[in-house]
């Protein structure tokens, strides 16, 4: 009887480590997470700062804890994967840690007096908004490379965070650190290869593949090929002519020529270096996938599922039509095209020669939970709940029930008919925000900061059915605003026609259900949707073992190589995926008697939404002239 295979995932997101072993066909044997640390500036909201070292801690519990409950030789373990946040790391040239720490919020404080030396605070968080100044230059050039980032750079990218680094450490100091976006470093960290991760670099670094267009605005539209993935007329204008003049080494080097860049789940370096494999408690060796972004490995998650028990396998042309939607505090909606369409687009992210376009929502899950918590009835629902032993969303849809009765609605929409929310909620003071949440106003379709929250139909009713109404319109008005984001995805070009969710929103039932219904598609539920981002992990981690394999445990070393191997696996990855993902649940639209009516008032409330996003606009537009 043969050995079975096994597979590790580590995911590590805004403030936990985590660690999934599953077997070659994608199942969960063991899983654990542990805390990992922010430090925060007591005088500057901005900052959010972490370590690479403690993010490495976490993992290595991580690992051992899951490798000692299931039991599991570390020899069957046969290759790993990883995905993390989008945070910039700084290592020296020999891997220590470099500090990025400030302290202080203004030019006269000795704030970055450990900037540059050695610290343990060397990571720039995904969500540190200190390069607010160095974003604006970025974004007032006008150049090609905005076109691959919906033609703003956002703060929290790498380039902005590492022009920052540029003007406030020692000269000597950041010319000879290393910037890696997180996934990256923890590649780095395991195999010791200066390697980049495709999705990173494109994603965050303003990489543009070779061969991909750039249109310079600033030039008239005039167009250009990108050459070797890097701008050196982008980076010379911002005020980063060293990285041109080092050819990009400390980014990872241009391809081809000092640098190497391998798309998800290609093998890098000889795998698990000797330190790192005793870290893990692992073997050295064990193949080691290039790894992606966290919303990508969610999207690698998810989207290979059958679309029910009975369904045929997909096949990868079918993931066009599929948008991967990664919901917890907020939600990031992920479309593979084979176009550059719009939301990024970024090229070669996943699957090279293919574009994934992203999408979001500023506040899903967050959204949820300020509505309940603020009313004056949520107190009287806790102590109901620990009264009763039912959660708070179970008594709530009980309370939905009993006024559908009470009232004699036909549906829970034709129950709050006249109340209307609009939900992009902005914070006041972003310190105020929970980590995970840093996107204020709208991201997608309409990429307005400044859109807020409203509310129509409030009456004098502060009670437990009004909570319930709020709470019922507030699943509406997140499902009304995924219809215009997919609304927008598909007037652009892309034929989406199905909805493939993970992170914790996809055990919210009743939002699933509505998700469904306001869409008219199939909304598609993994067995275990808050596992499938560290699941996507671990199926670059089997990628990676395959590709070795054939490779008889050479290591790819070139650009040619890498362009050899790919060409040599066709769409293996995508079997991966398939090989390990389970069938999904489906929630299909409501078909019973009521379901016209229902999908005939969502129709006008859909309609009513936009309106509500037009009618803030004029208003402001009306304040602004006025004030």
Same mark, same amino acid.
């Given at each position: 009887?043969? +050995?079975?295979?096994?597979?590790?995932?580590?995911?590590?997101?805004?403030?936990?480590?985590?660690?999934?072993?599953?077997?070659?066909?994608?199942?969960?044997?063991?899983?654990?997470?542990?805390?990992?640390?922010?430090?925060?500036?007591?005088?500057?909201?901005?900052?959010?700062?972490?370590?690479?070292?403690?993010?490495?801690? *976490?993992?290595? /519990?991580?690992?051992?804890?899951?490798?000692?409950?299931?039991?599991?030789?570390?020899?069957?373990?046969?290759?790993?994967?990883?995905?993390? #946040?989008?945070?910039?790391?700084?290592?020296?040239?020999?891997?220590?840690?470099?500090?990025?720490?400030?302290?202080?919020?203004?030019?006269? $404080?000795?704030?970055?007096?450990?900037?540059?030396? $050695?610290?343990?605070?060397?990571?720039?968080?995904?969500?540190?908004?200190?390069?607010?100044?160095?974003?604006?230059?970025? &974004?007032?050039?006008?150049?090609?490379?905005?076109?691959?980032?919906?033609?703003? !750079?956002?703060?929290?990218?790498?380039?902005?965070? #590492?022009?920052?680094?540029?003007?406030?450490? &020692?000269?000597?100091?950041?010319?000879?650190?290393?910037?890696?976006?997180?996934?990256?470093?923890?590649?780095?960290?395991? @195999?010791?290869?200066?390697?980049?991760?495709?999705?990173?670099? #494109?994603?965050?670094?303003?990489?543009?593949?070779?061969?991909?267009?750039?249109?310079?605005?600033?030039?008239?539209?005039? +167009?250009?090929?990108?050459?070797?993935?890097? *701008?050196?007329?982008?980076?010379?204008?911002?005020?980063?002519?060293?990285?041109?003049?080092?050819?990009?080494?400390?980014?990872?080097?241009?391809?081809? /020529?000092?640098?190497?860049?391998?798309?998800?789940?290609?093998?890098?370096?000889?795998?698990?270096?000797?330190?790192?494999?005793?870290?893990?408690?692992?073997?050295?060796?064990?193949?080691?996938? *290039?790894?992606?972004?966290?919303?990508?490995?969610?999207?690698?998650?998810?989207?290979?599922?059958?679309?029910?028990? $009975?369904?045929?396998?997909?096949?990868?042309? $079918?993931?066009?039509?599929?948008?991967?939607?990664?919901?917890?505090?907020?939600?990031?909606?992920?479309?593979?095209?084979?176009?550059?369409?719009?939301?990024?687009?970024?090229?070669?992210?996943?699957?090279?020669?293919?574009?994934?376009?992203?999408?979001?929502?500023?506040?899903?899950?967050?959204?949820?939970?300020?509505?309940?918590?603020?009313?004056?009835?949520?107190?009287?629902?806790?102590?109901?709940?620990?009264?009763?032993?039912?959660? @708070?969303?179970?008594?709530?849809?009980?309370?939905?029930?009993?006024?559908?009765?009470?009232?004699?609605?036909?549906?829970? #929409?034709?129950?709050?008919?006249?109340?209307?929310?609009?939900?992009?909620?902005?914070?006041?003071?972003?310190?105020?925000?929970? !980590?995970?949440?840093?996107?204020?106003?709208?991201?997608?379709?309409?990429?307005?900061?400044?859109?807020?929250?409203?509310?129509?139909?409030? @009456?004098?009713?502060?009670?437990?059915?009004?909570?319930?109404?709020?709470?019922?319109? @507030?699943?509406?008005?997140?499902?009304?605003?995924?219809?215009?984001?997919?609304?927008?995805?598909?007037?652009?070009?892309?034929?989406?026609?199905?909805?493939?969710? *993970?992170?914790?929103?996809?055990?919210?039932?009743?939002?699933?259900?509505?998700?469904?219904?306001?869409?008219?598609?199939?909304?598609?539920?993994?067995?275990?949707?808050?596992?499938?981002?560290?699941?996507?992990?671990? !199926?670059?981690? /089997?990628?990676?073992?395959?590709?070795?394999?054939?490779?008889?445990?050479?290591?790819?070393?070139?650009?040619?190589?890498?362009?050899?191997?790919?060409?040599?696996?066709?769409?293996?990855?995508?079997?991966?995926?398939?090989?390990?993902?389970?069938?999904?649940?489906?929630?299909?639209?409501?078909?019973?008697?009521?379901?016209?009516?229902?999908?005939?008032?969502?129709?006008?409330?859909?309609?009513?939404?936009?309106?509500?996003?037009?009618?803030?606009?004029?208003?402001?537009?009306?304040?602004?002239?006025?004030?």
């Amino acid at each position: 009887m043969s +050995e079975t295979d096994y597979y590790i995932g580590f995911d590590v997101g805004t403030g936990s480590g985590r660690a999934c072993l599953v077997d070659s066909n994608g199942k969960l044997i063991a899983e654990h997470s542990e805390a990992t640390l922010t430090h925060r500036s007591p005088t500057d909201h901005r900052i959010f700062e972490q370590s690479t070292t403690n993010i490495w801690s *976490s993992l290595s /519990k991580c690992c051992k804890k899951i490798l000692a409950e299931s039991g599991i030789d570390p020899k069957q373990v046969k290759g790993i994967g990883f995905d993390a #946040t989008c945070s910039l790391a700084v290592v020296s040239k020999d891997g220590k840690p470099i500090s990025v720490s400030r302290t202080g919020s203004t030019e006269e $404080d000795e704030r970055d007096e450990n900037l540059g030396k $050695d610290g343990e605070w060397n990571v720039i968080l995904w969500a540190d908004h200190r390069a607010e100044e160095e974003a604006e230059k970025i &974004n007032a050039t006008g150049e090609g490379v905005l076109g691959f980032v919906g033609k703003t !750079m956002s703060l929290e990218m790498e380039i902005p965070k #590492t022009l920052w680094l540029s003007k406030h450490m &020692n000269e000597e100091k950041f010319k000879n650190s290393m910037l890696f976006d997180l996934p990256d470093w923890l590649t780095y960290n395991a @195999t010791t290869s200066l390697a980049r991760s495709a999705c990173s670099l #494109t994603c965050k670094c303003s990489f543009v593949p070779p061969g991909a267009k750039m249109v310079h605005e600033c030039d008239g539209g005039k +167009e250009e090929i990108s050459q070797d993935g890097w *701008s050196a007329r982008f980076f010379n204008k911002i005020g980063l002519e060293q990285m041109v003049e080092n050819d990009f080494e400390q980014l990872g080097g241009i391809p081809g /020529k000092n640098g190497l860049v391998l798309t998800a789940g290609q093998p890098v370096g000889k795998g698990l270096s000797k330190a790192a494999a005793e870290s893990l408690g692992l073997v050295e060796g064990t193949a080691v996938g *290039s790894g992606v972004i966290d919303a990508y490995a969610g999207w690698i998650g998810t989207v290979a599922a059958a679309a029910g028990a $009975d369904q045929p396998k997909p096949t990868l042309e $079918d993931a066009s039509s599929r948008l991967a939607a990664i919901a917890g505090t907020s939600t990031c909606h992920i479309a593979q095209s084979k176009e550059g369409i719009l939301w990024g687009p970024y090229r070669d992210a996943v699957f090279p020669g293919l574009w994934m376009n992203e999408g979001g929502q500023s506040s899903t899950g967050q959204l949820i939970d300020f509505m309940m918590q603020t009313h004056p009835a949520y107190p009287k629902l806790v102590e109901l709940s620990k009264k009763t032993g039912k959660s @708070t969303f179970e008594l709530l849809g009980d309370r939905l029930d009993e006024m559908l009765k009470e009232r004699n609605a036909l549906t829970l #929409t034709h129950l709050t008919k006249d109340l209307h929310f609009y939900p992009d909620l902005q914070s006041p003071r972003v310190e105020l925000i929970p !980590m995970s949440q840093f996107f204020p106003g709208n991201r997608s379709p309409l990429a307005d900061p400044r859109m807020k929250g409203s509310i129509v139909g409030l @009456t004098l009713d502060d009670s437990l059915s009004d909570l319930a109404a709020k709470f019922n319109v @507030t699943l509406e008005a997140i499902a009304l605003q995924t219809r215009h984001i997919v609304d927008e995805m598909n007037a652009k070009g892309h034929k989406i026609d199905s909805i493939y969710m *993970s992170g914790s929103q996809a055990k919210n039932g009743p939002l699933m259900r509505l998700l469904s219904t306001v869409l008219q598609m199939p909304v598609i539920i993994p067995p275990q949707p808050s596992a499938a981002v560290v699941l996507g992990a671990a !199926m670059l981690g /089997k990628y990676a073992h395959s590709i070795s394999v054939e490779l008889q445990g050479k290591e790819i070393q070139s650009q040619e190589e890498a362009k050899k191997a790919r060409e040599n696996d066709k769409d293996r990855l995508w079997d991966v995926m398939v090989s390990m993902t389970f069938p999904g649940k489906r929630v299909d639209p409501r078909s019973d008697e009521h379901g016209n009516a229902e999908r005939k008032l969502l129709d006008v409330k859909y309609k009513i939404f936009r309106e509500a996003v037009e009618v803030q606009r004029r208003w402001r537009g009306m304040i602004a002239e006025a004030a």
